[in-house]
């Protein structure tokens, strides 16, 4: 515990890259999608499935060039609810991911040295680590900026949440094929966890959305559980224990931030119904 309190401190200034955000964060997110594909197709080798690291670089480089497409961060944050802003980054986005999954499958066709596993290996990288983590450039990239907090809050708040719930009053397993020292009391104050500090944020700094913010915690909680047995699923198959070594206590980059590429594609499109459901 001691080695994850003391990396856990060290990772305290990369709250200054959210605080920033705008490009500052763009290149954050794109070095987590870049060395995020390193460790997870590093993981696959270990299986003797060889997916395409280049084009997953390729498409990742692409992927974030949208931001200076649609117009970036020229300092006039588009709403979330302009139908043309929308439809323009949901076009986009289809647009690379059809890009994206063909040269998957296409890198599949040398069949003498290459087999399916190698094509829907690169395919699950690309969709999995840079377009998950690309949501946290278009949550920046609008007037609701301030919900990037939501990610990392939630995220975050979820596991620390769950780990000493689940350390104190855990009895009950939860997925113990995939994580084994998570229980169902973890979850559940996890769960509780993440709601009160996204609310909280809320009622500081937009205190008119505190109650969406709850949500958007709840939400953003589950869906950063789902992402770290997600990480572990892959994990457990690939007979490794961390993806990597990059940050003492806790693993590589994927094993650091599996919750929150998970998270910010949940809040981003949250945000996107809520906003025109509440017609804020």
């Known amino acids: 515990m001691k080695t994850r309190i003391i990396s856990g401190c060290i990772m305290a200034p990369l709250l200054i890259v959210l605080y920033l955000g705008g490009w500052w964060l763009w290149a954050a997110a794109l070095i987590i999608a870049v060395m995020g594909i390193h460790e997870f197709c590093n993981g696959w080798e270990s299986l003797g499935v060889h997916p395409s690291k280049p084009i997953c670089y390729v498409m990742s480089g692409l992927l974030f060039a949208g931001a200076f497409i649609t117009g970036g961060f020229s300092g006039n944050a ?84 769950a780990y000493f719930t689940g ?28 709601s009160l500090l996204s609310w909280l944020f809320g009622y500081i700094f937009m205190r008119d959305m505190a109650l969406v913010c709850l949500v958007l915690g709840l939400v953003g909680g589950a869906a ?50 809520l906003t025109g459901i509440l017609n804020i």
């Open 167 to 194: 350390y104190f009053l855990g009895k009950h397993k939860m997925a113990p094929n995939l994580s084994p020292k998570k229980t169902i009391e973890g979850a559940v104050g996890g769960l509780a966890g993440s």
């Open 78 to 161: 588009a709403s979330i609810s302009s139908v043309p802003q929308y439809f323009n980054n949901m076009m986009l986005n289809s647009i690379w991911l059809f890009i994206a999954v063909a040269a998957g499958l296409i890198y599949g066709w040398k069949i003498n040295e290459r087999g399916p596993y190698d094509a829907l290996a690169t395919v699950t990288a690309m969709v999995y680590i840079p377009f998950f983590t690309y949501h946290m450039v278009l949550i920046d990239m609008t007037e609701y900026s301030l919900f990037i907090w939501i990610v990392v809050i939630a995220a975050f708040g979820s596991d620390i949440f």
């Open 224 to 273: 950063g559980m789902a992402g770290d047995l997600t990480a572990s699923m892959f994990k457990r198959k690939m007979g490794i224990k961390d993806y990597g070594t990059l940050i003492p206590g806790h693993g590589g980059i994927m094993d650091r931030f599996d919750s929150v590429i998970f998270v910010a594609p949940v809040v981003y499109y949250a945000i996107c119904a």
